[in-house]
T-cell receptor, first 110, second 114 residues
């Protein structure tokens, strides 16, 4: 079952922060986050494996609440290079198929 | 990390014909997948390519329409059979890294069916 993402789209000015949410109606083993720029392949950002786990990657971090079956991606002090579509992907078990959410379009403007 | 080479990168096909997309990974991976992506849309999983056995298809996708092979750990093919304009899309090969579990993606094959 496809996870739900919110918001659908967001526009930021450079330096602003954003949060993208991902939720599932099913119990999850892990959540993946990817960014895709127009005309390019998706690029891996991070994977969260445990309930309550948080990870960071430069100014991009994420959390995973296993009990609520939710994950959030945090982008702080956004840069122009952050523009793209962000997809969360969910797995029900270890080394399972990854089902992607509908995506969140993020545009960072000067 | 893994680098995935996919070909063709794009093609224009006639209705009723078939096209095979090839996917080669430069390192050992555990799982390989095929996704489809319409412009501006999400990635829809077609199937999991299983080494040496039949692929596992998702709901809405069948072997007769999308036969998949994976003869070894690093190579897979997807055939789009008896194409119609509705099959026009980007087809993405993906492979799962052994250590981190992340998915690597090929650059995609953009198919246009006339």
């Amino acid at each position: 079952q496809q996870p739900v993402q919110s918001p659908q789209a967001v526009i930021l000015r450079e330096g602003e922060d954003a949060v993208i949410n991902c939720s599932s109606s099913k119990a999850l083993y892990s959540v993946h986050w990817y960014r895709q720029k127009h005309g390019e392949a998706p690029v891996f950002l991070m994977i969260l494996l445990k309930g309550g786990e948080q990870k960071g990657h430069d100014k991009i971090s994420a959390s995973f609440n296993e009990k609520k079956q939710q994950s959030s991606l945090y982008l702080t002090a956004s840069q122009l290079s952050y523009s793209g579509t962000y997809f969360c992907g969910t797995e029900k078990t270890s080394y399972d198929k990854v089902i992607f959410g509908p995506g969140t379009s993020l545009s960072v403007i000067p | 990390s893994a680098v995935i080479s996919q070909k063709p990168s794009r093609d224009i096909c006639q209705r009723g014909t078939s096209l095979t997309i090839q996917c080669q990974v430069d390192s050992q991976v555990t799982m390989m997948f095929w996704y489809r992506q319409q412009p501006g849309q999400s990635l829809t999983l077609i199937a999991t390519a299983n080494q040496g056995s039949e692929a596992t298809y998702e709901s809405g996708f069948v072997i007769d329409k999308f036969p998949i092979s994976r003869p070894n750990l690093t190579f897979s093919t997807l055939t789009v059979s008896n194409m119609s304009p509705e099959d026009s899309s980007i087809y993405l090969c993906s492979a799962r890294g052994q250590l981190t579990g992340e998915l690597f993606f090929g650059e995609g094959s953009r198919l246009t069916v006339l």
